[in-house]
């Protein structure tokens, strides 16, 4: 019972007060830009390099298995490509950051 009244507060509140969604979604669609910038900017990339020369020293030395060298490939592959998957996946053109 306790939490149908919080949903109901929550939804008077959301039909009253619709611009408050809006500021918030100004403020969270700025938040979530900056992550995907800094994610994909010269220091992303470098960290994706050191990433790389990390896994073949280990390789070299005989301390990375075939495990290791795939989950990076695919870890920086899913960095850097998931602003495509994301527009694949919701079949909309939103706005980009």
């Known amino acids: 019972m306790k939490n149908l009244f919080i949903i109901a507060l929550f ?27 800094a994610s994909h900017g010269s220091v992303a990339k470098g960290l994706a ?12 030395f005989g301390k990375a298995n075939w495990g290791l060298v795939i989950i990076t490939a695919v870890g920086i592959g899913m960095l850097f490509g998931a602003e ?3 527009q694949a996946i919701s079949s909309s053109n939103s706005a980009n950051c």
Request: proline residues 2%.
């Open 11 to 37: 939804a008077l509140v959301a039909i009253v007060l619709p611009e408050m969604s809006y500021a918030i979604d100004g403020q969270l669609k700025n938040a979530l830009c900056a992550v995907v910038n």
């Open 49 to 60: 390099t050191l990433a790389v020369v990390f896994v073949g020293i280990g390789a070299f």
């Open 84 to 86: 495509n998957i994301a």
